[in-house]
């Protein structure tokens, strides 16, 4: 899998597959939020997806 970040996951879904089609925030820009200030947002290459779609079906 092709995680660039630390990955936040769900507490309530810990052993569902994560799938990182994005990076950052669109946002960006909640006063309350300091999840994501240091990462641009920005997408995942499509090959990368591809791989990651893959390895999921395989598990």
Known sequence: MHFTETVYRNPYWPTFPLLQITQGCTHNNCKF???????????????????DLQEIAES
């Open 33 to 51: 939020c300091t999840m994501y200030k240091e990462v641009p947002f920005r997408m995942q290459p499509m090959e990368w997806i591809e791989e």
